[in-house]
């Protein structure tokens, strides 16, 4: 596909920013159908961050074209082939991962409505309804707002100017991929979805990613890229849960079990591969010296926030405490990666555990440096959940550049899970 004259002959209805309702991570609808089956009467807020203020949303992208994107997505429903695929196809070893009950619903699913405000340069753009409803909003909600902003950035380039821009892209895609062919023992997933350049884009880095990699190349995050390429879906949950369930809670005591409460709902429905433990979201450290025996023995751990090494080294310490060999342990590091790094990370870590990579948004939007004014550069916009019941979520994190949440409920969380000084990090995406 030459992706510069599809840009420069861009037309909507051809290009939608999301096309279906599987345009999203796998791990959302993992965590859906777990939250289907636990807690389908939750009301959860979820709302836009946009962590880079330099970035001025409200001035670069048209409000009108902004909702008319938005309502597309409301639009959309399962096709029968997508629901084929979902119900039909093995995941992760597994037969029929989605329950015909969790099926039946989501196949009759809208998206909830969206709610919608310019304030200043920035957008207020939040979703409020039941939670296995409103939470499959987050991933398409963030692909809308970063590709709309990249579109606003190219609708004044020229034909040329376009077809330069791709090529040295791609140039610097396969460069790195070129690197990545000399790490021995690499395995490595996209996880490019939410803050990808356009869909068009990520689906040619996969494309290159297969070709440049082979076995290597695990498979991807985002359900349609995966149907449509013949690719493992990959995922397994995220921060969302835990904080959540955390919120819900209705004293310390419970409180402090919510980060287990959900690891033990994940149990009863997954194995393998599967039950990864994600300790970040009140700090590891902590978690992990609490964590209940059963944890021990789960598959691994996703390394998400933080120093990637220190948190690595954490759990191969926890693991030998508990008895455990590290060495027959899944590691996955997700956090801001690019090339050095994934070397970095693969030389020190090697023969000590299973590593995994989920290369994301340098990956899927690396445009540094090919614009003027690097207009086009990566930034970090999230979509997260900010209340449950009416109640505030924290996240705490293992930096605190991530944590979010009013200060006087940070405060409780590092109180209840014992959380000292924590070393700042720059989020670069």
Known sequence: MDIATRVWNHKWKIDPIVRSLIDTDFYKLLMCQSVFRNRPETTVTFSLINRSTDVPLAKLIDEGE????????RSLSLSRGESTWLRGNTFYGKRQMFR??????FEN????????????DQYELTFEGKWPEVMLWEIPALAVLMELRGRAVLHDMG???LQVLYAQAMTKLWEKIQRLRGIEGLRIADFGTRRRHSFLWQDWCVQAMIEG????????SNCLIAKNRDLEAIGTNAHEMPMVYAALAEDDDELARAPYDVLADWHEEHDGNLRIILPDTYGTEGFLERAPDWLVGWTGIRIDSGDPAKGAEAAIRWWRKRGEDPREKLVIFSDGLDVPKIEALQKQFAGRVRTSFGWGTLLTNDFKGLTAGDRLAPFSLVCKAVAADGRPTVKLSDN??????????IARYKRVFDVGQQERLAVEV
């Open 109 to 120: 699913l809208r998206l909830p409505p969206y709610y919608l405000e310019r304030v200043g």
């Open 213 to 220: 990699l082979g076995p290597a190349f695990t498979g991807t």
């Open 400 to 409: 605190p550049e991530k944590a979010m949440g009013p200060d006087s409920e």
């Open 100 to 105: 015909p009950d969790f099926m039946e619903w």
């Open 159 to 161: 034909r040329f100017e």
């Open 66 to 73: 902004l909702r008319e994107q938005l309502d597309h997505i």
